[in-house]
DNA sequence: CATATGACACTAT
DNA sequence: AATAGTGCCATAT
């Protein structure tokens, strides 16, 4: 089955296990599209599969939240709720393996 | 088919 | 370090 981009996208978000977080470019990358790392934002601001696909898992490549459909400061609280530690708005991207 | 938009990333200043 | 400007790709209109 023919599965568009957005589809794809909402596959490997799904992938990410809680208390973990990913970036646009890590996704990017799964799907085999690297470059458009902007088209993945796009897909997640969609996400019709809102709670299903953990969205808010994924951040910026610099390790800021970006942004959430349901408001910024929602998404900071989820993934601390997860266990994630935010720094400054900052997420340390090395301790999950990415930076 | 062409233009505009956006939950990014990178480079230059 | 922080702020602009540029590039890039998939949708929506």
Redesign the pocket.
Known sequence: MML??????YRA?KKIPRGKVA????I?RKIN???????????????PY?PH?P??R?????G?L?????G?GK?EKLLRREGVSIKNKRIDLLKFGLG
């Open positions: 568009s981009f957005n589809e794809k996208v978000a970036t646009y470019q890590w990017a599209n690297p470059g458009s790392v902007r088209a993945v934002g796009n897909a997640l601001h969609k996400n809102a696909v969205c808010h994924v951040v910026c490549s610099d800021r970006g942004g959430f459909a349901g910024a998404k």
